[in-house]
């Protein structure tokens, strides 16, 4: 009695060997009309990964009351393709920060969510964020880039949070140097400065900032 027919059918990725049998095209060929033989088969995947066209080996068992009246040889291999999982990756932290006249944002990781992960699997991610523009602000847009890495990273078509907000704070900015000048008694309060020794520490280069100064 030979046996044929036995499909192997195609999986999503979820980290393991198993793969799904159809025997609904099985094929008993030198079975005799009105004998009993059945058969239950279950698959194994040569590894856990995603591909196409995967080599399955099956395992049969066959019973049934004419069991015995039979050799039996039956399909012992298969192909079948394993797909990829989805993965949703969220909870992406961007950190404020002080003014530093550039657009990068620190992203904290440390609650990142990875929603259709295998348990086990490593899928890593780094991300970095960019201001919509360097100015202080409440609030600001910042934009994600992600890239993933990991032993298993190939096994998941991942999406991820590419958007989130985060404040500029204003930096100090302490002006000194500024001297008042001597003058003689002309009746008045008004004092003349020398702003030519002025000093601005905390100023990012390459950003303008001006002032006038009073005195009485």
């Known amino acids: 009695l030979s046996i044929t027919g036995i499909t192997a059918v ?3 990725y979820d980290g393991g060997l198993a793969a799904p049998v159809d025997l609904s095209s099985v094929i008993k060929a030198g079975l005799v009309s009105g004998d009993v033989v059945t058969l239950s088969s ?17 395992s049969n068992v066959f019973a049934g009351s004419e069991v015995g ?11 079948a393709s394993i797909t990829r999982k ?9 950190l404020d920060k002080e003014y530093d006249g550039g657009l990068s944002a620190s992203v904290d990781l440390s609650s990142a969510v990875k929603d259709g992960l295998v348990e086990g699997d490593e899928v890593k991610i780094a991300s970095t964020g960019i201001f919509s523009d360097p100015m202080a602000g409440q609030g600001k847009a910042i934009a994600l880039t992600n890239e ?3 032993a298993d990273v190939s096994n998941y078509d991942i999406s991820s949070q590419s958007a989130g907000v985060a404040s500029i704070i204003r930096k100090v ?10 003058k003689d008694y002309d009746g ?8 030519s020794d002025s000093l601005m520490t905390g100023l990012i280069p390459g950003d303008a900032v001006s002032f006038v100064s009073t005195a009485k």
């Open 10 to 12: 195609d999986k999503v």
């Open 42 to 58: 279950t698959g194994s995947f040569s590894d856990k990964h995603v591909g196409e066209g995967k080599t399955v080996a099956f």
């Open 69 to 79: 009246n039979y050799t039996i040889t039956g399909q012992t291999t298969g192909t």
């Open 86 to 94: 989805n993965l949703s990756i969220s909870g992406l932290k961007a």
């Open 148 to 150: 993933y890495s990991g």
């Open 173 to 182: 900015l302490l002006i000194s140097g500024i001297q008042a000048l001597d």
């Open 188 to 195: 008045g309060d008004a004092v003349e400065l020398d702003l």
